[in-house]
């Protein structure tokens, strides 16, 4: 890569994809939201990290040689990595630093690390410049790793399942995130929430879209964009393809190719 390159993909945007709550569609939706970046013609990395790898799977890599956990093992020791040390390149154009189980058991190693917060950030301030887009997926809690991700991240996008909300889930999660803001990163920002899994004609779906733009429509974005429930993205992730390829006609993929737009814009 030229320096004029480096210099050009210095408007690197990091955002951390969370929600503390599981089953809202977070890695396929960061998975969705790389390949649509790739389509549009951007470079895009995804870190996974998340000890489950769902991530990893919706894009296709089930055993990578070198994952998250031994990225995060040796810039803990101090050790100097290479620039691209771990990435993987998918089929569908996605870069890809990986997770398994393995990871997991790294949460330990950290709790007696100073500034255990800041180690993922020197690894995204040694690719970001290489970039369009970094990715984060992030597990579902509010843990070292999802802390790691919001210091490391320039904004957070909030996935809401809304069968599965509660106002105080969400308030808690945005609480994190502000906390983070304040003590960790003041440039973090919520780059929006982003309603997944929906069944819009729903009098709940309706009652809770109306709710949490109530609480927070003043000052956080909410995505325009909707992704409705559909089975064919339930059958997805296990395909390792894209929705896009899964089910290239279908309301879902249209969805975040509305999405892509939305972030891109």
Same mark, same amino acid.
């Given at each position: 890569?030229?320096?004029?390159?480096?210099?050009?993909?210095?408007?690197? @945007? /990091?955002?951390? *994809?969370?929600?503390?709550?599981?089953? /809202?569609?977070? $890695?396929?939706?960061?998975?969705?939201?790389?390949?649509?970046?790739?389509?549009?013609?951007?470079? !895009?990395? /995804?870190? +996974?990290?998340?000890?489950?790898?769902?991530?990893?799977?919706? #894009?296709?890599? @089930?055993?990578?040689? !070198?994952?998250?956990?031994?990225?995060?093992?040796?810039?803990?020791?101090?050790?100097?990595?290479?620039?691209?040390?771990?990435?993987?390149?998918?089929?569908?154009?996605?870069?890809?630093?990986?997770?398994?189980?393995?990871?997991?058991?790294?949460?330990?190693?950290?709790?007696?690390?100073?500034? %255990?917060?800041?180690?993922?950030?020197?690894? /995204?301030?040694?690719?970001?410049?290489?970039?369009?887009?970094?990715? =984060?997926?992030?597990?579902?809690?509010?843990?070292?790793?999802? *802390?790691?991700?919001?210091?490391?991240? +320039? $904004?957070?996008?909030?996935?809401?399942?809304?069968?599965?909300?509660? =106002?105080?889930? #969400?308030?808690?999660? =945005?609480?994190?995130?502000?906390?983070?803001?304040?003590?960790?990163?003041?440039?973090?920002?919520?780059?929006? &929430?982003?309603?997944?899994?929906?069944?819009?004609?729903?009098?709940?779906?309706?009652?809770?879209?109306?709710?949490?733009?109530?609480?927070?429509?003043?000052?956080?974005?909410?995505?325009?964009?909707?992704?409705?429930?559909?089975?064919?993205?339930?059958?997805?992730?296990?395909?390792? &393809?894209?929705?896009?390829?899964?089910?290239?006609?279908? $309301?879902?993929?249209?969805?975040?190719?509305?999405?892509? %737009?939305? !972030?891109?814009?």
């Amino acid at each position: 890569m030229t320096m004029n390159n480096k210099i050009a993909n210095n408007s690197c @945007k /990091v955002i951390a *994809l969370t929600n503390q709550k599981g089953g /809202v569609a977070k $890695s396929f939706t960061t998975a969705s939201l790389a390949v649509g970046l790739v389509q549009e013609g951007k470079k !895009v990395l /995804v870190i +996974d990290n998340d000890p489950q790898g769902h991530a990893s799977r919706c #894009l296709g890599v @089930k055993n990578a040689s !070198v994952t998250i956990a031994d990225v995060m093992d040796r810039l803990i020791k101090g050790e100097q990595l290479k620039a691209g040390y771990g990435i993987t390149s998918t089929e569908e154009g996605v870069d890809l630093l990986a997770a398994n189980v393995n990871y997991a058991m790294l949460e330990f190693s950290l709790i007696s690390v100073m500034s %255990r917060e800041k180690v993922l950030e020197e690894f /995204v301030q040694m690719e970001r410049e290489f970039y369009d887009y970094i990715l =984060i997926d992030c597990p579902p809690n509010l843990g070292i790793f999802v *802390l790691n991700a919001l210091n490391a991240a +320039d $904004s957070a996008l909030i996935p809401v399942k809304l069968e599965d909300l509660s =106002i105080d889930g #969400l308030q808690q999660l =945005i609480q994190t995130i502000g906390m983070a803001k304040r003590h960790l990163n003041p440039s973090l920002e919520i780059c929006g &929430i982003l309603f997944t899994v929906v069944e819009p004609r729903t009098v709940l779906a309706k009652q809770s879209m109306a709710a949490i733009r109530e609480a927070y429509g003043e000052h956080v974005k909410i995505y325009d964009t909707i992704i409705p429930k559909s089975v064919k993205a339930a059958e997805c992730p296990a395909s390792g &393809i894209s929705i896009y390829k899964y089910d290239p006609c279908g $309301s879902v993929a249209a969805a975040y190719k509305s999405l892509t %737009r939305e !972030v891109i814009g």
